[in-house]
């Protein structure tokens, strides 16, 4: 492969890969707005569709850790490549699947094809704009909300015209029932970044383009830095990820209670997503004023207290107002962790990206959301014991496990206070940089 040799292909090849991460979100999207016909269709209990919403997640971290292990020897080409295949042949299983099992498969290679889109965009991505990474990053994964707003407002709308429906009549689009064409629907951004990226020739990532060597890798990869930002990613990727695989669930009560909207807890998750996007369009601003340690400081702090403060909302100014801070909060966590770590641990390359953020899905996925599950059935028997209504000990429970997510915000602020303070000044370097040193 060449390295990129003008501006036109530079542009196709970042705008292929966002819409690549469109189609990783929407799936996101969709699945989430999916959760409670799983359980209605299916009969699943709220563990088993946990299970579904954390495989959609885990299996992104097997590919990711994977690929990272030898994605700069095989190219990022071969990694879009799978992701393309795994998203084609996910989507049709989970589309036709008639139980937990397939349901819980197709969920899976979908996940499977979301890393191998992350292993290879973001290295892509730094490749690309060397001269600015936590920036650009920023700016690349504004598509993940944006895919997670088409994808669950398309879902929401196939929901309510699907109870419109007069009784005795069934609801199809394109001879598909309501759940088919929701998971469906994904099919959609798979095929436009196939075309994108169809007969482009893909640049070797910056670490392979500087010749650092694997040895420096390895060193790399197992430095204090790293492995603070490893551990890390984790919890940070659980207060930014966790909540929205249970927000309908969880919200939906209370917009019920405000009179606001029946089985419209999909749309906090909608207004979040928005707002993430806009806000991180302005990243640039945000890192210039901050810093990147500085931006993740604040960015736990404000999306811990968001979210505790979003267990406690029902009225429509209260949930309004509370959304905004954990959203706001939490938006620049995922690019600015990666974006970090590129500009702070060069010479980790690939496999370091490839690495945060497979160890934050997979924390995500196979820890996080089916915790969750576990953690609202156990408090709802606690509420139905203590004498509550189900509505009242649904309600309760959503809310207990959210706290207990909140929670991880603290040791996250002692930690980055501390990074801050040691990283909150000075320029970072690039790899060619780190080799010259």
Same mark, same amino acid.
């Given at each position: 492969?060449?390295?990129?040799?003008?501006?036109?292909?530079?542009?196709?090849?970042?705008?292929?890969?966002? &819409?690549?991460?469109?189609?990783?979100?929407?799936?996101? !999207?969709?699945?989430?707005?999916?959760?409670?016909?799983?359980?209605?269709?299916? !009969?699943?209990?709220?563990?088993?569709?946990?299970?579904?919403?954390?495989?959609?997640?885990?299996?992104?971290?097997?590919?990711?850790?994977?690929? !990272?292990? /030898?994605?700069?020897? +095989?190219?990022?080409?071969?990694?879009?490549?799978?992701?393309?295949?795994?998203?084609?042949?996910?989507?049709? %299983?989970?589309?036709?699947?008639?139980?937990?099992?397939?349901?819980?498969?197709?969920?899976?290679? +979908?996940? %499977?094809?979301?890393?191998?889109?992350?292993? @290879?965009?973001?290295?892509?991505?730094?490749?690309?704009? $060397?001269?600015?990474?936590?920036?650009? =990053?920023?700016?690349?994964?504004?598509?993940?909300?944006?895919?997670?707003?088409?994808?669950?407002?398309?879902?929401?709308?196939?929901?309510?015209?699907?109870?419109?429906?007069?009784?005795?009549? *069934?609801?199809?689009?394109?001879?598909?029932?309501?759940?088919?064409?929701?998971?469906?629907?994904?099919?959609?951004?798979?095929?436009?970044? @196939?075309?994108?990226?169809?007969?482009?020739?893909?640049?070797?990532?910056?670490?392979?383009?500087?010749?650092?060597?694997?040895?420096? /890798?390895?060193?790399?990869?197992?430095?204090? %830095?790293?492995?603070? &930002?490893?551990?890390?990613?984790?919890?940070?990727? *659980?207060?930014?990820?966790?909540?929205?695989?249970?927000?309908?669930?969880? &919200?939906? $009560?209370?917009?019920?209670?405000?009179?606001?909207?029946?089985?419209?807890?999909?749309? /906090?998750?909608?207004?979040?997503?928005?707002? &993430?996007?806009?806000?991180?369009?302005?990243?640039?601003?945000?890192?210039?004023?901050?810093?990147?340690?500085?931006?993740? =400081?604040?960015?736990? /702090?404000?999306?811990?207290?968001?979210?505790?403060?979003? #267990?406690?909302?029902?009225?429509?100014?209260?949930?309004?107002?509370?959304?905004?801070?954990?959203?706001?909060?939490?938006?620049?966590?995922?690019? #600015?962790?990666?974006?970090?770590?590129?500009?702070?641990?060069?010479?980790?390359?690939?496999?370091?990206?490839?690495?945060?953020?497979?160890?934050?899905?997979?924390?995500?996925?196979?820890?996080?959301?089916?915790?969750?599950?576990? =953690?609202?059935?156990?408090? *709802?028997?606690?509420?139905? *014991?203590?004498?509550?209504?189900?509505?009242?000990?649904?309600?309760?429970?959503?809310?207990?496990?959210?706290?207990?997510?909140?929670?991880?915000?603290?040791? %996250?602020?002692?930690?980055?206070?501390?990074?801050?303070?040691?990283?909150?000044?000075?320029?970072?370097?690039?790899?060619?940089?780190?080799?010259?040193?």
């Amino acid at each position: 492969m060449t390295q990129v040799t003008h501006d036109a292909q530079r542009k196709r090849l970042f705008w292929a890969s966002c &819409m690549a991460l469109v189609a990783t979100s929407v799936a996101f !999207g969709v699945i989430t707005s999916s959760m409670q016909d799983f359980t209605g269709l299916f !009969g699943l209990s709220e563990s088993q569709s946990g299970w579904i919403g954390g495989a959609s997640l885990g299996g992104f971290a097997i590919s990711i850790i994977l690929l !990272g292990t /030898v994605i700069e020897k +095989i190219g990022i080409s071969i990694s879009i490549k799978m992701a393309f295949l795994c998203h084609v042949f996910g989507i049709l %299983l989970m589309t036709f699947a008639e139980g937990f099992s397939q349901l819980l498969a197709g969920a899976s290679i +979908i996940a %499977l094809g979301n890393g191998c889109v992350e292993a @290879g965009c973001n290295p892509l991505v730094a490749t690309l704009y $060397p001269e600015d990474k936590t920036v650009r =990053l920023n700016k690349f994964h504004i598509f993940w909300p944006l895919g997670i707003i088409v994808g669950a407002l398309f879902g929401f709308w196939v929901t309510q015209s699907a109870a419109a429906v007069p009784a005795g009549e *069934t609801w199809a689009l394109f001879g598909l029932s309501v759940l088919q064409a929701k998971l469906a629907f994904v099919m959609i951004p798979t095929l436009i970044y @196939g075309y994108l990226f169809l007969g482009q020739e893909i640049p070797a990532t910056e670490r392979v383009s500087a010749k650092v060597s694997d040895e420096e /890798v390895k060193e790399s990869l197992v430095s204090p %830095l790293f492995l603070t &930002m490893l551990f890390c990613m984790g919890l940070t990727a *659980t207060l930014e990820l966790a909540p929205g695989r249970w927000i309908e669930n969880l &919200m939906g $009560p209370a917009l019920v209670e405000a009179n606001l909207v029946t089985d419209g807890g999909v749309l /906090v998750l909608v207004y979040g997503a928005a707002l &993430m996007a806009v806000l991180r369009y302005f990243a640039g601003n945000f890192m210039k004023r901050f810093t990147p340690t500085g931006v993740l =400081l604040g960015s736990v /702090v404000v999306g811990g207290a968001g979210l505790f403060a979003m #267990t406690y909302a029902s009225s429509a100014f209260t949930i309004l107002a509370t959304a905004t801070l954990f959203y706001a909060g939490v938006c620049f966590l995922w690019p #600015t962790m990666i974006g970090f770590v590129a500009e702070r641990v060069p010479k980790s390359g690939a496999m370091g990206l490839c690495l945060m953020g497979g160890v934050g899905m997979l924390v995500v996925g196979y820890l996080a959301v089916p915790g969750i599950g576990a =953690l609202t059935e156990y408090y *709802t028997e606690a509420g139905l *014991t203590a004498g509550m209504e189900k509505a009242e000990a649904t309600a309760y429970a959503g809310k207990m496990a959210f706290r207990w997510i909140a929670a991880l915000a603290i040791p %996250l602020a002692l930690i980055f206070n501390g990074l801050n303070q040691k990283f909150g000044s000075g320029a970072a370097v690039n790899q060619r940089e780190a080799v010259a040193a």
